[in-house]
């Protein structure tokens, strides 16, 4: 009976090896995040984000269980363009802690009005963007803290409509490191990816399981209605046309819709979920475009 289990041992044991030699790890870090490091204390839990460039701010709020490097090309362009970017890190993530407590939206807004809070003069505000997942942590901030928001961008917005079978089940394969590396990619590509497009390396890892059980739960815990609209901020809406997770017209197209006036739409072609890895310079000029529509909304200091 011992040489029984020990032989079982072994076997599992190599079949791990298996999976450990030919499956990169999700969990394994994407790649470093641009900028300078920052880190706020808040309920005893560190914050960690990332600071570069000058002039007006913009936060950046990165995807379900995902880095706040997969904003990196985008954060270069932006200050290349004379913005101040904010990239936070999510919990659970590098320097930022996962609570030993559930959160709702609300908390994570909280989170983000504390970077804010740190960083920025008590008169000042930021725009706030907020990339799938991210999204709904933008609308929350907009929503519990406007005085604080100047607008709200979201690329890849959803949250009203349940995923559709397919895609939902390639997102949560896209977390699963139990599946073969081939399987995995195709799980990737399947939701967040439009047609060929390539899927870069850094986008096959960083896929942090721990963070998005948290933020999954978070949407359980807060009403959608609480923080659907953004408050009463101007929005803009980066949808790519072929999104499997929030297809345009029922994720996107329905909050214009609601907003009635508030928000626009830019439908980027040849893009999915992912959309900034798919089509980046896309949606860096559709939110150049609305950063400058904002500004001269203000008009001069």
Do not use: C
Not at 232 to 258: F, M
């Amino acid at each position: 009976m011992r040489w029984a289990i020990l032989l079982i041992g072994l076997v599992a044991l190599g079949g791990m090896s298996v999976v450990m030699m030919f499956v990169p790890y999700p969990n394994a870090r994407a790649r470093a995040t641009d900028g300078v490091e920052h880190s706020i204390a808040r309920d005893g839990r560190n914050i960690a984000y990332f600071v570069q460039g000058g002039g007006p701010v913009v936060v950046l709020l990165p995807s379900a269980g995902r880095e706040a490097s997969d904003f990196n090309e985008l954060a270069d362009q932006l200050n290349y363009k004379g913005y101040r970017t904010i990239s936070i890190e999510p919990p659970g993530i590098g320097n930022s802690d996962l609570p030993d407590e559930d959160m709702t939206l609300f908390d994570l807004a909280d989170d983000v009005r504390a970077v804010l809070d740190a960083e920025l003069a008590s008169q000042d505000k930021a725009v706030i963007l907020g990339h799938a997942f991210g999204n709904r942590v933008a609308r929350a901030t907009a929503a519990k803290h406007g005085e604080r928001i100047d607008g709200v961008i979201l690329l890849a917005a959803g949250g009203k409509q349940p995923i559709p079978p397919r895609a939902d089940a390639a997102l949560k394969g896209s977390f699963n490191p139990l599946r073969t590396s081939v399987k995995r990619l195709a799980s990737i590509r399947y939701a967040f990816f439009a047609g060929a497009n390539r899927v870069p390396e850094h986008w096959q890892r960083g896929w942090h399981i721990a963070t998005a059980r948290l933020q999954g739960r978070a949407v359980e815990l807060t009403n959608t209605d609480d923080w659907w609209l953004a408050g009463d901020e101007r929005i803009l809406v980066v949808q790519g046309e072929a999104d499997t997770i929030a297809p345009p017209e029922d994720a996107g197209q329905a909050l214009v819709n609601d907003a009635k006036g508030r928000a626009e739409i830019v439908i980027v072609e040849k893009a999915g979920h992912a959309l900034l890895p798919e089509q980046p310079d896309a949606v860096e000029t559709a939110v150049l475009e609305f950063l400058a529509k904002l500004q001269h909304q203000q008009g001069p200091e």
